[in-house]
């Protein structure tokens, strides 16, 4: 079993449309919680940060951990054509910053 | 623009041949990492180096080797490249602390071997 799961998609939604997208983690020692976006061919980019359990909140995106379940998710309210991404979820728990990350998950938004 | 540097962006190799992909970032950051990514798999840890002057295996560090050439510099070498190697190579930074958000990630190294 993989520490971090993350279904793959695709996912494919019309333009304006709530996405969720989740991960499930089995390390009950990770603290800190992140989604990353990737562009085709390009590296990926910090998108959200929350340390520890509770709900993070910039602009379109939210950002929720409940780490009693061991589980984490990100929203994206009105998504744009512009959101059409690979999401990656990742966390870690130490000072070395390791990160472990999901297998990410591509999103598709249609005008 | 201040970020992480890879080279080369791309690169065939033929089975057993050898190369160094190189990493330089220009944040002062203190920890510096190399990932791969395959279908499916999503970003495999390779080696990590926590600070000047340390470097530790990751995940999948088998076929590679690693040197922290300074703070700024993070080599990754394939001795003898096997086609299992073809992957996207991707390196990163951060700053040493739970406090530091994330990593800033290169534009990657997209390498073959045949």
């Known amino acids: 079993q993989k520490e971090v799961e993350q279904d793959p998609g695709p996912l494919s939604v019309p333009e304006g449309a709530i996405v969720s997208l989740n991960c499930t983690y089995s390390?009950?020692?990770?603290?800190?919680f992140m989604w990353y976006r990737q562009y085709s061919r390009k590296g990926p980019e910090l998108l959200m940060y929350t340390y520890s359990s509770g709900n993070k909140e910039d602009g379109r995106f939210t950002a929720q951990v409940d780490k009693s379940s061991k589980y984490i998710s990100l929203f994206i309210r009105d998504s744009q054509p512009s959101d059409s991404a690979t999401y990656l979820c990742a966390m870690g728990s130490s000072n070395t910053g390791k990160l472990i990350f999901g297998q990410g998950t591509t999103l598709q938004v249609k005008p | 623009n201040a970020g992480v540097t890879q080279t080369p962006k791309f690169q065939v190799l033929k089975t057993g041949q050898s190369m160094t992909l190189q990493c330089a970032q220009d944040?002062?950051?203190?920890?510096m990492y190399w990932y791969r990514q395959d279908p499916g798999m999503g970003l495999r840890l390779i080696y990590y180096s926590a600070s000047e002057g340390t470097t530790d295996k990751g995940e999948v560090p088998n076929g590679y080797n690693v040197s922290r050439l300074n703070k700024r510099e993070f080599s990754l070498r394939l001795e003898s490249a096997a086609p299992s190697q073809t992957s996207v190579y991707f390196c990163?930074?951060?700053?040493?602390?739970?406090?530091?958000?994330?990593?800033?990630f290169g534009s990657g190294t997209r390498l073959t071997v045949v």
């Open positions: 990163a930074s951060k700053e040493l602390g739970l406090d530091s958000y994330g990593y800033t």
């Open positions: 944040m002062n950051h203190n920890s």
């Open positions: 390390n009950s020692a990770f603290q800190y």
